[in-house]
């Protein structure tokens, strides 16, 4: 089970896995929901499983 500061340095910096600090994590599926974009990603290494949840938070004017 991820531990609250294992969750907090992720989500810091989601370059290695939550599990086992592996660098070679793979992004599989995909969701979308109303306001939630939600993606499995697996470790290479260890072959654990994790959700990663995006949120919109911001926006930016664009550019013609």
């Not at 599989?28 to 499995?40: G, N, P, V």
Request: net charge negative; aromatic share 10%; charged share 30%.
């Amino acid at each position: 089970m991820l531990t609250p500061e294992a969750i907090a340095r992720y989500v810091k910096h989601p370059y290695n896995c939550p599990y086992c600090d592996c660098k070679e994590i793979e992004a599989l599926d995909r969701e979308y929901e109303l306001d939630i974009i939600s993606q499995k990603c697996q470790c290479q290494g260890c072959g654990k499983i994790w959700i990663e949840v995006f949120q919109l938070t911001d926006i930016e004017e664009g550019f013609e």
